[in-house]
């Protein structure tokens, strides 16, 4: 390390710490992602809720297989309601860290700015 602090300082505000910070903002975005299973949720969505099903019977009973295949057919519906309903809400969630990441990461490229600008305002102030 031969460098001088200034530029140590510099390469860590600019450099490495946003390197750290996307990371960081990756991992949340894949957590986010595995949570809320979106993958899968959307590979299965017109599965039956919870594998919930009526059997058909042996033989054949019209009102037996009626009555299945409106239960089948309500256990896919509600199974894809709660699963479109669990999509959504991963997504904003998804939107969110979106943004709370980005306001992040610019806030910590412009935060010594801001400190320098508030130092000379400051200074402004105090001696006039």
């Not at 595995?34 to 009102?63: C, E, Q, V």
């Not at 057919?73 to 199974?79: Q, S, V, Y």
């Not at 309601?81 to 669990?86: V, W």
Request: overall charge positive; proline content about 2%; aromatic content about 22%.
């Amino acid at each position: 390390m031969t460098q001088n602090i200034i530029f140590q300082y510099l390469a860590w505000q600019f450099f490495e710490t946003p390197g750290g910070i996307l990371q960081v903002w990756r991992n949340f975005l894949k957590f986010n992602l595995n949570y809320f299973s979106i993958g899968l949720l959307s590979k299965t969505l017109f599965y039956p809720w919870r594998r919930y099903k009526m059997s058909y019977g042996h033989g054949f009973d019209a009102g037996r297989y009626l009555e299945a295949l409106a239960t089948n057919l309500i256990f896919r519906i509600f199974g894809g309601i709660l699963r479109l309903f669990f999509i959504i809400v991963g997504l904003i969630a998804e939107v969110f860290i979106i943004f709370a990441g980005l306001i992040i990461f610019l806030s910590w490229l412009v935060l010594p700015f801001i400190i320098i600008a508030g130092l000379i305002l400051g200074f402004r102030l105090i001696f006039q």
